[in-house]
């Protein structure tokens, strides 16, 4: 099967064709030579087949210009010459461009806009432009190929100034060594890449009087510069060829205006955040927002909790709201992991949960999507990647303050905060700063529960009934009269659109999105953050009998920071688990988040190095009192005279123990104080006794007083 990136070899002429695009109705396709100098051509996807079928033509499974190397791999030279190359040409390689630029009555005009634009020559953007298409389209065709490395490109070694020769008597300039360089370097940081926004000729005279000049005193003893001569002095045009081989346009701007200026004012704007998208599933847009709204505990009414976190998945194509997320938990992981889940879950018994009762065609949506658009702080998250092995989602991240990418999500959030939320009790209003307004928390009624109740009526309004006045429809959703309404586009865009959207079982959404580690199977254990867990795997197979005679060995697992009651061992299918619970010792974590233990741990340790200095002192008086007793006996053996021989002292050891042991019967013989006591309820015995058991009493009587008299 075509598809783009293909690579289709023709055997009678031997020439390689990359596919770089195919139309929606899959008829025609746009394919370049992959190492001639032609450009891209159209071509009729049917001739490609019947070529195939013919064996004109092959699928070529070994893709010879294709960089895939690991990033591990590549020289940090590399890597800064291929990412500086890739944002500048970033604009031009948005796949909106497509079939636009492959197209050559359209391609001159755009690259020339964009020379205007970047200051590069079209020439080398047409350069640039072949080598990613031949080169699979992606942002490795930017590597440089050392094996082809020769003079051009490279710097020129040489102990003369190099370049044309001065004209109309102007300054030669001066050899640029690594010296020199360092020096245009210093000056570029110090007085160019600053807010003050010095001219670059500025900026050149402020190096000079810095680096090549000398201080002298005139005939009146004042002080002044002098230039050295200007053989020993580099020009102005050899400072801004340096500065254009080390430095782009884009750099320039962001060192002088900075990151968050740069991005507001000075950046390309792309337009609509939908371009491209082909049917529901294809990208979903994830974030959150704090609500504007101060809620009440669901356990103690009259405790305020705070304002919320609400996240919203809303589905590219159709606008329909996937999954949502209202709790305490983020902005983070934690949040989108929960909006993620949900995202995959069965919406009919989501909704059962909160009391509402919906069909499967009120919100059919329990997928996993193509790809997920999202912020740079939860996307680029170590627990992210799970999600992107494991489910094969493509994970997007919008670039800091770029919110027209993500403009769609953003949307709905101001809506709810808008229409829903500001006429909630508790909302938060904007003359609370004034000095007589009302704090508006004191008049929070609503629990997390009713408030998350809230939103799934509002999603449920907006994905059914929501006329989308401004959405802008395809010419077959008009020809299908399909009305701009999340749920009539998200049917129509299944039914015309497949394979974009995957189902899987919940549980294994769960374990593909809780953070991953790694814990160590030890005699005592599977220990993991300081503790031990137990499993069925870990006793069938002897886990801790193997870590005893062989030593510790590692275990990948994924966990849910919010309960460590339980951590799941994950199996090398990658779609199965085993369940760790706690061993029985350890139950003192039991339903604790995992952030309590460690403070629970470091709190312990703490106290454990506090009492170190009491525990020293504590020894070493213990070793003083010993030292005391043993000091005593040693003094009363001296003053003890001792049988001549060894016999004598060892012959009766068991005669003197005999005679000790009686001793110390004696002397611990219990004795009790009130003999008046014992004496009258003996007298109350006697009277309650038959005579049968006289002799008895006659005995308690004698012993009572042998007592006393003791």
Request: hydrophobic letters at 35%.
């Amino acid at each position: 099967m075509i598809h783009v990136n293909s690579v289709i070899h023709s055997i009678s002429d031997n020439v390689f064709l990359r596919v770089l695009w195919l139309s929606e109705n899959g008829e025609t396709a746009y394919v370049i030579d992959m190492h001639g100098y032609s450009l891209p051509t159209v071509i009729l996807v049917n001739d490609l087949e019947t070529q195939l079928n013919d064996g004109i033509s092959r699928i070529a499974h070994n893709d010879l210009l294709l960089r895939s190397v690991s990033e591990e791999a590549i020289s940090e030279k590399d890597r800064l010459f291929r990412d500086n190359l890739w944002e500048q040409l970033n604009d031009l390689l948005d796949p909106q461009n497509e079939p636009t630029i492959f197209e050559r009555r359209f391609r001159g005009k755009l690259l020339n806009e964009y020379a205007q634009k970047t200051g590069i020559t079209a020439k080398t953007l047409y350069k640039h432009l072949k080598r990613y298409w031949q080169r699979g389209k992606n942002k490795n065709a930017f590597l440089p190929d050392h094996t082809k490395a020769g003079g051009k490109g490279t710097k020129k070694k040489s102990d003369r100034k190099l370049g044309r020769p001065p004209k109309y008597g102007m300054s030669a300039g001066l050899y640029i060594d690594e010296g020199i360089e360092k020096i245009f370097d210093s000056a570029s940081r110090k007085y160019y890449h600053t807010k003050a926004e010095y001219t670059f000729k500025a900026t050149y005279e402020l190096m000079i009087r810095d680096n090549f000049s000398r201080e002298i005193t005139d005939a009146t003893g004042a002080k002044e510069l002098e230039l050295l001569d200007k053989s020993e002095i580099p020009t102005l045009r050899q400072f801004r060829y340096w500065y254009s081989k080390n430095y782009s346009p884009d750099d320039s701007l962001r060192f002088r205006k900075g990151d968050s200026k740069y991005n507001l004012l000075h950046r390309a704007l792309t337009g609509k955040s939908d371009v491209a998208v082909m049917g529901p599933g294809a990208k979903y847009q994830i974030d959150a927002t704090v609500g504007d709204i101060y809620l009440v505990s669901q356990f103690n009414r009259a405790d305020i909790i705070g304002r919320p976190i609400i996240y919203f998945i809303i589905d590219t194509f159709s606008r329909m709201i996937t999954g949502m997320y209202v709790g305490l938990e983020g902005p983070s992981w934690l949040g989108a992991m929960m909006a993620l889940a949900n995202a995959a879950s069965d919406k009919v018994k989501f909704c059962a949960e909160y009391g509402i009762e919906i069909s499967e065609d009120d919100w059919p949506c329990h997928h996993i999507p193509e790809a997920i658009l999202g912020d740079r702080g939860e996307m680029e998250s170590k627990s992210a990647d799970t999600l992107v092995n494991s489910l094969g989602v493509r994970i997007e991240n919008a670039p800091p303050y770029r919110a027209d990418i993500k403009g769609i999500v953003e949307q709905y959030f101001h809506t709810v905060n808008t229409t829903v939320t500001a006429f909630l009790p508790g909302n938060v209003k904007p003359d609370m700063s004034e000095r007589v307004g009302r704090d508006y928390r004191l008049d929070a009624k609503l629990d997390l529960r009713q408030f998350t109740k809230v939103i799934i009526e509002c999603l449920l309004y907006h994905n059914n009934e929501h006329y989308m006045e401004n959405f802008d429809r395809s010419a077959e959703m008009i020809s299908g009269d399909v009305a701009p309404i999340p749920i009539r586009l998200w049917n129509w865009g299944i039914a015309h659109y497949s394979g974009l959207l995957r189902s899987f079982p919940e549980d294994i959404v769960k374990l593909c999105l809780m953070p991953t580690d790694t814990a160590m199977v030890t005699p005592r254990g599977i220990r993991f953050k300081g503790i031990y867990y137990m499993c069925e795997l870990a006793v069938k197979q002897k886990w801790l009998e193997t870590a005893r005679t062989k030593g510790n060995f590692k275990a990948d697992i994924s966990y849910d920071p919010r309960d460590m009651a339980q951590i799941y061992l994950r199996n090398t299918d990658g779609i199965s688990y085993e369940v760790c619970y706690l061993a029985d010792w350890q139950e003192k974590y039991s339903g604790k988040y995992l952030y309590e233990i460690l403070y629970l741990q470091e709190t312990e340790k703490i106290a454990k190095h506090g009492y170190a200095s009491r525990k020293l002192t504590a020894r070493v008086n213990l070793s003083a009192k010993v030292d005391e007793i043993v000091a005593e006996a040693e003094e009363q053996a001296k003053q003890t005279p001792l049988p001549k021989s060894k016999s004598q002292r060892t012959g009766n050891i068991r005669g003197n123990r005999k005679n000790e042991r009686e001793s110390l019967r004696r002397e611990e013989a219990f004795k009790l104080a009130n003999t008046d006591e014992i004496r009258t309820e003996l007298t109350e015995v006697q009277v309650a006794t038959t005579e049968e058991e006289s002799p008895y009493l006659a005995l308690i009587r004698k012993n009572v007083e042998e007592r006393r008299h003791d």
